[in-house]
């Protein structure tokens, strides 16, 4: 086993050079659009949501970063800044949504607008939403002006197995500038619902959940003999090239093993080097499936958990993030009507790193309601705001540029004209990589053209 | 003691021998007093530190003070906003998989009574949002769907019990791309709008041609023609000629600008009248011919993009209507949306600046006047029924969470209660 875990990471690094080239071309967004000049928000209400709350602050946003935050008689202005009055407002990180369908879908009932999953095969590690991800979609300013600056996109949960998730930042002038992470993250679905077993006529493998595990063991283990192979390979062909050249002759190299993007995809998992999204609702299959996670020693995040509320010591054990929710998700009959409503507190209490998703791609704007539901429901309001913003950010390892108000942060933030995860609050301002954000969308739009008729 | 009370006493006396610790159903405390709330009207604004006084079910006061006998129970609202009962003016709850009748694009003659399923815990999760009266239509997959059925959310009162009594007859048309996809598929017609409306005018044509038949049979009969033979009875053809009559609300799920204006020409060439659309995502386009023709809207506050006809969905669009005189109500049309339809409505504050009465009024008593039981609730008024709602928190915020809810008079769930809250309702009884 020693041997494998060496070898793999070298095998990893040969097929992630491509792959960490792509990452490094897609990271133009974390400084994209260098701003003209230094913007001042002053006299606002600051959550800066790492170091509390600062009443009657100035932030000041530099070259797409923040550059200076703190209480107004301590932040000193330049000349040139354009200065903006905040008072009254309150400013806050962007929200982070943990996971949406954002740029894969435009009509959910129309089919050509719909790049959601790939339903040919339930193990799909190689799909990448990148490669879908539309950025003119009109649903992306709709978002934005709500004050969600970044979200992980993934592929619809019809799979076990659907693909890679991107994290991406809601402005930009192309896909590439948008999509700051590719392949940040693998899903894991195992609700049930990913059986192939709509009608009895038309049964397919795998039909149960039996089905699906054994499926997904046999692919995990496929990439890891697949791992060896060209681990084996490498070895051979070191020792052909170190052989003393009296020996040319023999110097063959060997022939490389037949390439399978399929299992290469599931090897920086294997390798625990990025997280497992690992999606269920009960609590049944939250066992099988983290049985499943520690077999192959993966790394993994817990996502829905809706119906788990029998087992969240268990789930407290596990010591890894929840993405929870939708906390609208209807309860089970022989469950009370709050039962997911108090999910986050409850996991909250038991020490877990939450962090909310919308789960959504046109409603995905209604994030921030979520949290605040949840604090009717006993979450902390600190504890709300961080699980749509700094919570968010480390679980998906961006918190050196993202989720909290700090001087070097990326300037994705937000102004509104009351509590931001209350409804009745208007947005007001949206910055993202310190460019503020026109605040229009295809609907602002169509309200202006219709609405002084 | 009239007997009804007596029987009522000898049951309450056996079931607290049964040692039931609760309430029982058909609460005898029939006088109560609610004290120290903000009392959200809906009609005549707010009290604060206000009271309500409720008799048989009913509101007998409301004010500052109120006249009740000392004998009344009194509840203390410890300062918290209390509202009239939610109404949701389009719902299709507890009908399990009966929804549709797709079969044929015309069935005016289904009855959503038939499906109505009392136990669906939909209705226990919409009564903790608030709600108490739903309106539950056939689905959108016809033409002219079937007649609804309105239920008060007395989860655990028994079937009878649940129905609104005397609740007008509504029935559900629908429009646009759902019955064109669900025949169209199947290569029948209607597989067009074109198609859709031509059945729809079809039909009622017919209705026209039944009622002129049994009118002259009629004629006939008064003649003292004995041997006149009545036409058959055909329940489609009757239930259409109650529309033509006028005898039933019409609700009409429809999206597109065009279409709505479509709908109101037939309806009135046919001699009908639309009481509401639903759904109405683009009333925003043409609000001001809705409201010359005093047809509401049942409509989402954000919901947008499900599917094209969906694509032009603005959260403007509830309020932009009103302010042109339309009747505005939000309702859910899910089983999710239901169970905080207080949330919803509140986002037309921030989409458009809807004053906290109107928003309110988007699931009261607007949506009530959709029903047509506008004159029996929605509203915190004398002679009323007493349906209402004690808030955690403020309604209209992300943070209002139902405390209490009472329905004509009693206290159908109760968020302080163990269990489910239902004072009247345990699991396996």
Redesign the interface.
Known sequence: MKKRSQVIPEMGSRFLAPLGMIIVMGMGGWQAAAQAKPVVLKGGKLLTVSHGTIENGVLIMENGKISAIGPAASVKIGRDARVIDATGMTVYPGFIDSETQLGLTEISAEPMTNDLVELSDEIMPHMHVYDAFHAESELIPVTRLNGITNAIVAPESKDTLPGQDSFIQLDGKSAEEMVLVRDIALPLNFTGKERRNETWEKRKFPQTRMGLAAQLRQSFLDAQDYAQRWADYEKKKAEAANKPNDEKDKKQPPNPPKRDLKLEALLPYLEAKKPIVLAETEPSDLETAVNLAREFKLKFVLNHIHHSQPVLDYVASLKVPVIVGPIYEDPKDYERYDAVYKLPAELYQRGVKIAFASYEAHNARNLPYAAGYATAFGLPYEEALKAVTLNAAEIWGVADKLGSLDVGKTANLAVANGDPLDLKSDVKHVFIAGREIPMTSRQTQLRDEYGHR | MSRFAIRLFAAMALLCLSGRAQQPRGSVQNEIVIKNAIVMTVTRGNIQNGSIYIKNGKIEGVGKTVDAPASATVVDAGGKYLTPGIIDSHSHIALDEDVNEATSPITPQMMMIDAFDYQD??I??GL??GVTTSLLLHGSANMIGGQAVVIKHKYGAGRDAMLFPGAPRSIKFASG?NPKRVYGSREQMPSTRMGNFEVQREALVQAQDYMREWDQYNDKLKRGEKDASPPKRDLKMEALADVLRGKLLVQIHCYRADELLTEMEIGKQFGYKVRAFHHALEA??MADQLAANDVGIATFA???????E???????NAV?SMRKGVRVAIKSDS??FA??LN?EA??T??YGGATEEEALKMITLNAAWIIGVEDRVGSIEVGKDADLVIW??YP??????PSKVLIDGDIYFDRTLP???MPHYR?GE
């Open positions: 815990k939909a226990y999760r903790a949002g791309e925003y386009k954000d919901w947008w993009g499900y599917k094209y969906a694509w032009d969905a603005i959260p403007w932009l089983e999710d169970r905080r949330q509140a986002k504050i921030r955690d928190g209209l915020s992300s943070y209002g969470v269990g489910y809250g699991e």
